[in-house]
């Protein structure tokens, strides 16, 4: 096939009709993706797109996949530097294309090096609108809401950017069940108090009010990761919560020591095994706290504590939480579902979920979500 002589650059600014997804800093110049599940969205009546996407990082290097009509037809790796990456070519230029170029990466706490953006687009054809979706869905969580593992074979243990994957993990399953545009929120190893290691200053609800807060490094501050979310300016129908799994790990873990003080952090066991009740009641009460937290954020969603892909020992603990938010708040849109746990047959790589694990968890959740959201 032959060079396209009709192909036109422009700068993402210069495009109608874009749609972006998940927390930004508002600028198309460039579009900088943060976390995983975001994208560029768009509609053309065209037979060839280009991106172009500029990438960095220190040791992680960010993914995509690009999505058309719905269907994931590629991933791969964006190398560091500035690069034109072909959509498709070749396509019918008559029909319209629905293509989402989604971030396939969490954001990276531990690379402040790491980087996404989409400066521009070449193309022939027109833009045309992209409408919402009915409903909003909002995903907090760990490394299973980042989809760590859904990719790759179950002997696969590197901890790599490879084995990550938005666009077939159970948000993105559920969100198309559901109809709805959606947002992610998550890091692999945090929790809501602390982290698997009992570090303290890994937990979500510390950063869940700035746009990507966890991210550090003088160039993540300045592309605007630490400003505060605007709440108001996308409100979600639905708060899916999926925290917890790292919480009890804490109390499997060794000691985590704060290099600057000192100081040792445990959530602790009893001699016979079972979680010690001071450190259980300050996980209670930090979830409970996340809760009262959520609800200033969001006023009008529901807010559902989901939870169990890994195994469900905190569930006792999550319910008293919220049955305790309850209590005290009258706020009765709030609800805990527990998820089906991942078998020997559905494990993914890095003894995470895989695919069909997380098809099976939004099967479950999506139905759930169809009753609150539809009652």
């Known amino acids: 096939m032959k060079e396209n002589g009709r192909l036109q650059a422009a ?8 749609k972006v997804h998940g927390r930004t800093n508002g600028s198309l110049a460039p579009l900088t993706l943060f976390w995983t599940g ?28 690009i999505v058309i009509n719905g269907s994931p037809v590629s991933r791969q790796m964006v190398t560091a530097g500035r690069h034109w990456i072909c959509v498709f070519r070749g396509m019918n230029e008559q029909a319209v294309k629905n293509v989402k170029i989604m971030k396939e990466l969490q954001a990276m706490s531990d690379d ?26 909002e995903f907090i969580g760990d490394s299973i809401t980042s989809g760590e593992g859904v990719i790759g074979a179950q002997s696969e243990e590197d901890w790599i950017p490879m084995w990550f994957s938005a666009a077939v993990n159970y948000t993105a399953m559920t969100a198309r069940e559901l109809d709805a545009d959606y947002r992610v929120i998550s890091q692999s190893g945090w929790g ?6 009992n570090n303290p200053g890994k937990n979500i609800p510390l950063y869940y009010g700035q746009v990507c807060g966890l991210l550090g490094g003088e160039r993540n501050e300045a592309l605007g990761a630490l400003q ?33 003080s000192g100081r040792s952090r445990k959530q602790r066991l009893n001699e016979d095994g079972s979680f010690n009740e001071e450190d259980l ?25 989901a939870y169990g892909m890994l195994g469900v020992p905190m569930l006792p603990a999550i319910s008293r939480a ?7 708040s009258g706020d009765t849109r709030v609800s805990v579902f527990q998820l089906p746990n991942m078998t020997p047959e559905s494990a993914g790589a890095r003894s995470h ?23």
Not at 11 to 18: D, F, K
Not at 288 to 301: H, I, K, T, W, Y
Not at 322 to 328: E, G, T
Request: glycine share 6%; aromatic share 12%.
């Open 11 to 18: 700068a993402l600014p210069e495009v109608a009709h874009l």
């Open 38 to 65: 975001s994208a560029l969205e768009f509609n053309i009546r065209g037979s060839e797109v280009w991106i172009e996407a500029e990438a960095d990082y220190d040791q992680h290097e960010p993914w995509i996949s």
């Open 112 to 137: 402040p090096g790491c980087l996404l953006q989409i400066h521009g687009v070449k193309y022939d054809g027109e833009f045309l609108p992209v409408a919402d979706k009915p409903l909003k869905l």
């Open 192 to 197: 809501v108090l602390t982290s698997w290691d």
């Open 228 to 260: 505060d979310n605007d709440f108001k300016a996308w409100e979600p129908d639905a708060v899916v919560v999926n925290l917890g799994t790292n919480d009890g790990g804490a109390f499997y873990s060794p000691d985590w020591n704060d290099p600057v």
């Open 281 to 305: 009641q300050a996980f209670e009460a930090a979830a409970e706290a996340f809760l009262v937290m959520l609800r200033s954020c969001n006023p009008q969603a529901y807010l559902v504590w």
């Open 322 to 328: 919220v049955d305790s938010y309850i209590r005290k």
């Open 353 to 375: 979920p895989g695919i069909s694990a997380h098809e099976q968890a939004a099967r479950a959740l999506s139905g759930y979500l169809k009753e609150l959201l539809h009652a």
